[in-house]
């Protein structure tokens, strides 16, 4: 036996219990006591937990799940929110693109073709407007018109071309005039519900067999349309009017041969929009002004539809205005 091994034999016997034997290898032999003594201490920590133990995990496990669930409601509604938020700022861009494009034809004429100036640009100018109206779908222009859908109505005429160039609000070209009596370009704006009874901002035009109107975007719970007038001629506007606040100064100026609706310029254009789709926010607490707090002081009351009330919004909508003035691209007045 080596000297190392005799070493480690007598550490083992030194640290080993009074009667221990040992086996012939060295190794030490535990007694029948000691072996049930490790026995039992193994199973101690095998052992399970008690009903205190699972009733708190069980607890704990619970709590985790639910807030598991609460944060995916939330970010379910998060993500509805932001959808239905893009969507309406898509709409809007889309309304001001197709107003745009109809306003900067208003007064057109084609110079290679003069007779239909007198059909494009009237004296009493090329475009025309109503406050809170409700225009029926397949009447002429604004005829029968009726107050009460706190939204305003706009009509622009304009002569078409031989090359197709000018196209009414729902993109069809409109041909050239054959006449100086010819009117067929014409795009009225107007808002009325659809089947589902929500709002929608809609386009009426004259087509080949008659007047027809169709959807340009939904959503559009308020159109309110103010005028810029150019007194002077410079182009620019000195101030922007109602439709029926024109007119009635129009009548005080006593019956000028040349109607003030050749005196516009601009349009500034206000929208209230509406999600389509159920979106939980929190209820508005005032009123909303379209035209600003200022415009709202003075003509909230003559102009229906510029100031809506917390309760004429529905609560379970994401709400969402949106303004822009285009300048028309021609002059409204008739050749001299």
Known sequence: MSALAVGMLA??????????????????????AARRASSEVA????????????MTSMAVSLGIALCA?????LSSREFARTEQDALLHDQAAYVFDVLATALQQAGHVDATQPTPQVAARLGQGALDGLDDAAVPATSAGFQGARPGSSSDALSVRFAG???????????????????ASDDRGWSVFHVA??????????????????????????????????????????????????????????????GAALS????????????????????RSPALQKAVDLFGSEYAARHAVDDPGTTLAPQQLHPDRLYRQFDAVIFLGNSQRPPE
Do not use: I
């Open 69 to 73: 669930l609460y944060l995916v409601a």
């Open 193 to 254: 519900t659809d089947r589902q009874g929500e709002p929608e901002l809609r386009c009426k035009y004259r087509g080949s067999s008659g007047w027809v109107s169709q959807a340009v975007a939904g959503g559009v719970t308020s159109f309110q349309l103010l005028y810029g007038l150019d007194p002077d001629g410079d182009g620019l506007p000195n101030d922007f009017v109602s439709a029926s606040r024109l007119r009635a100064l129009g009548m005080a100026s006593g």
């Open 11 to 32: 550490t083992q016997c030194r640290s080993a219990p009074t009667g221990a034997r040992f086996d012939s290898r060295g190794d030490l032999l535990l007694t029948h």
């Open 260 to 279: 003030l609706w050749t005196r516009v310029v601009a349009v500034h254009v206000a929208l209230l929009m509406r999600s389509p789709q159920v979106v």
């Open 43 to 54: 199973r101690t920590f095998q052992a399970g937990g008690g009903l205190v133990e699972l």
């Open 161 to 179: 071309d031989a090359l197709g160039r000018m196209r009414n609000c729902a993109g069809m070209p409109v041909p050239a005039a054959e006449n």
